[in-house]
């Protein structure tokens, strides 16, 4: 079991940049690989970034390769996101999930059904 709560979210500039942190608490944090996902009003959740437990593997939208990194600290309980660039198109609530299966690709990665444990979400708002 994992209780996860998000934090950093805020109103930013077109072309700034945020980190978002996911904090855990449980036993055996290293065993969940995390992801993170982003959700509009109106639309479906979108896959954003994913991590595996060691932090050796990651996996990341294709849109967002290159200004989105997703890291952990095991030692911390903590998985963060630095977003750079940030367009209005990113506004968005974040939230993190964690899973006891392995990622295995980017496929298997962003499927939410694959998360067991989920956050409630930090909001970012960009304006332009």
């Known amino acids: 079991q994992v209780q996860l709560v998000e934090s950093g979210g805020g109103l930013v500039q077109a072309g700034d940049s945020l980190r978002l942190s996911c904090a855990a608490s449980?036993?055996?944090?290293?065993?969940?690989?995390v992801g993170w996902f982003r959700q509009v009003p109106g639309k479906d959740r979108e896959f954003v970034a994913a991590?595996?437990?060691?932090?050796?593997?990651?996996y990341y939208a294709d849109s967002l390769k290159g200004r989105f990194t997703i890291s952990r600290d095991n030692a911390k309980n903590t998985v963060d996101l630095q977003m750079n660039s940030l367009k209005p198109e990113d506004t968005a609530d974040y939230l993190c999930?964690?899973?006891?299966?392995?990622?295995?690709?980017?496929?298997?990665?962003?499927?939410?059904?694959?998360?067991?444990?989920w956050g409630q979400g930090t909001q970012v708002t960009v304006s332009s």
């Open positions: 999930a964690a899973r006891v299966t392995p990622l295995y690709s980017d496929n298997y990665a962003s499927r939410q059904y694959e998360y067991n444990y």
């Open positions: 449980g036993r055996s944090f290293s065993s969940y690989a």
């Open positions: 991590i595996s437990g060691s932090g050796g593997i990651t």
